[in-house]
Structures are given as structure tokens and as C-alpha cells.
């Protein structure tokens, strides 16, 4: 069974301050790998996704994330934070191979202050 | 068009009504699920419809009850719902390792 810990459920960071949010996962073979963000009230939106390939994926509004296989990690990072970036943050893994079902971390709400 | 909608944004019922969430998507995807999310949580998965077929039911109470028309539209009726039950409802469809969500209902049962 697969599993992803997101650690901090609260990251609060300065405007133009590095943003990190932190995603280890679970697995006996490495999984397909995501970031979402989810504004107030709204549907998830897709920030980047890890499939296959090179480990450094970049994705919309400046985020990136690496997948570390030697740490079952996927942190999230952005150099320079915006107001407009606070949101809910969810990691989530889906099987390799299998049906493409997310199954998310808990969410890190990200708090931008100016 | 890489949008799934879904109606209504909001939706107010009582315990004893019966209404209906609909979702629609015009990607061509063939496979659909439902969540529910309560607030300050992760989305929980409750359905997956794979070619018009129900293939995963996540031990979902039977006041819920999925209904895959065509391969762009999914439904969920509601009947005799708890308070408990009031959370967003969303709707996903996948390719290829994507899932692209709708907007969610907001749904409170009073």
C-alpha cells in the first residue's frame, strides 16, 4: 500500500521568501507523484506531476519539485513567494500502473505574509 | 476544453429531500471518481467509474448512490442524508495520470 506524509500542516513565509513544503511518501516501487493547490472553495488544480524521467519537474506560477529516491521525498519550492500563492498545498501518489487513483498527503496551508 | 463542471456550486437539502450532483467533462476521459472533502481535510475518495462502470465503491453509505449515463457525465443522488454528510463534493476525471478536478458542490444538510 502506498502512502504520502506531508509535514507541517502551516508554513507560513514572508512575500519574495523561499517557499518549501515538505512530501515523503510510502511505496514498495516508486509511484507516480503530484502536487495540487487549492484555493478557498474552489477544485484542486494540478501544480506539477512526477511520471517518469528527469527528477527536477517545473511546473505552473514558478513551483518546482524533485523527486528523491533515496529519500522518498517530492518537496515543493518556489524562490520567491507571491500573496497570491497562500493556499492549501496537497502531495499525492497514484500506483504505477495501476488505475491513476490520487490518494493525497493532508494538506499544508501556506500563509504568505507581506 | 480541459474542463469538468459541476452543478450546482452550492446546494442546501434537508434530511428527507432527494437531489442529485452532476458532473460533465468533454476531454473524452473514460474514467470518473467522486470525492468528498470536509474542510481543513484531504479529499476522500468515494467513487471510481471506469468505462461507464462502476469498478470502485469506497464502502460509501447507500444515501449515496453514483450513476454513470455517458462517458461525460457522472451523477450522485442524494437521499435521507445526516449533517455529517455536509462537505465538498468533487468530481475528477483522468488521463494518463492526470486528474482534473471540477469546481465542487458545496453541500450542507440541514
Known amino acids: 500500500a502506498q502512502s504520502v506524509t506531508q509535514l507541517g500542516s502551516h508554513v507560513s513565509v514572508s512575500e519574495g521568501a523561499l517557499v518549501l513544503l515538505r512530501c515523503n511518501y510510502s511505496s514498495s516501487v516508486p509511484p507516480y507523484l503530484f502536487w495540487y493547490v487549492q484555493y478557498p472553495n474552489q477544485g484542486l488544480q494540478l501544480l506539477l506531476k512526477y511520471t517518469t524521467g528527469a527528477t527536477l519537474v517545473k511546473g505552473i506560477n514558478g513551483f518546482e519539485a524533485e523527486f528523491k529516491k533515496s529519500e522518498t521525498s517530492f518537496h515543493l519550492t518556489k524562490p520567491s513567494a507571491h500573496m497570491s500563492d497562500a493556499a492549501e498545498y496537497f502531495c499525492a501518489v497514484s500506483e504505477r500502473g495501476g488505475s491513476y487513483i490520487p490518494t493525497f498527503g493532508r494538506g499544508t496551508s501556506l500563509i504568505v505574509h507581506p | ?110
Open chain 2, 1 to 110: 476544453d480541459t474542463e469538468v463542471t459541476q452543478t450546482p456550486k452550492h446546494l442546501v437539502m434537508g434530511m428527507t429531500n432527494k437531489k442529485s450532483l452532476k458532473c460533465e467533462q468533454h476531454m473524452g476521459h473514460r474514467a470518473m471518481y467522486w470525492y468528498k472533502q470536509k474542510a481543513k481535510k484531504p479529499p476522500e475518495l468515494m467513487f471510481v467509474y471506469s468505462y461507464e462502470k462502476l469498478s470502485i465503491n469506497e464502502s460509501v453509505p447507500s444515501r449515496f448512490s453514483p450513476e454513470c449515463p455517458n462517458s461525460s457525465l457522472l451523477n450522485l443522488h442524494l437521499h435521507a442524508l445526516q449533517p455529517e454528510d455536509s462537505a465538498l463534493y468533487l468530481c475528477a476525471s483522468v488521463l494518463n495520470t492526470e486528474a482534473f478536478f471540477g469546481q465542487g458542490t458545496r453541500l450542507t444538510v440541514v
